[in-house]
């Protein structure tokens, strides 16, 4: 049964949000135009764009959270490498004070060397970066 103009009015309203832009007579005559040859209502094709729109540039609070991050220019590459470094710095550090703790009879032990060359693969890991942007 079709939805009588009141009621679609009403459900439109409950359901969607105006957005009302101000395009140039050409364009929008053109638009307008092309919609119906293709049979397709002007609002899908906008809502189709908005959402192709949305997908392509993401949300500046969820990009903070989950979008990968912008290594576009030397300066940002840069800054990411630094922030990676004082993390590499910060497990190194605790890897140390990990294996300076041990007591002195499990010096010798497997847990204690293989803390040691953990701190010194991390110690390679930041020269390398260091030497990445000299």
């Given amino acids: 049964m079709p939805m009588g103009s009141k009621a679609r009015t009403a459900w439109n309203a409950a359901n969607y949000t105006q957005i009302k832009i101000y395009a140039d007579p050409e364009l929008a005559a053109g638009f307008k135009a092309r919609c119906a040859a293709d049979e397709v209502s002007m609002a899908s094709v906008l809502s189709q764009a908005m959402a192709d729109y949305c997908k392509r540039i993401p949300d500046k609070k969820k990009a903070d959270k989950k979008s990968e991050p912008d290594y576009s220019t030397k300066g940002r590459r840069r800054t990411a490498t630094?922030?990676?470094?004082?993390?590499?710095?910060?497990?190194?550090?605790?890897?140390?004070?990990?294996?300076?703790?041990?007591?002195?009879?499990?010096?010798?032990?497997?847990?204690?060397?293989?803390?040691?060359?953990?701190?010194?693969?991390?110690d390679d890991a930041l020269e390398a970066l260091s030497e990445a942007f000299q």
């Fill in 82 to 122: 630094q922030r990676l470094a004082k993390q590499l710095e910060k497990i190194r550090d605790a890897e140390e004070r990990y294996r300076d703790s041990m007591p002195e009879n499990l010096q010798s032990s497997v847990a204690y060397e293989n803390a040691d060359q953990t701190a010194a693969a991390l």
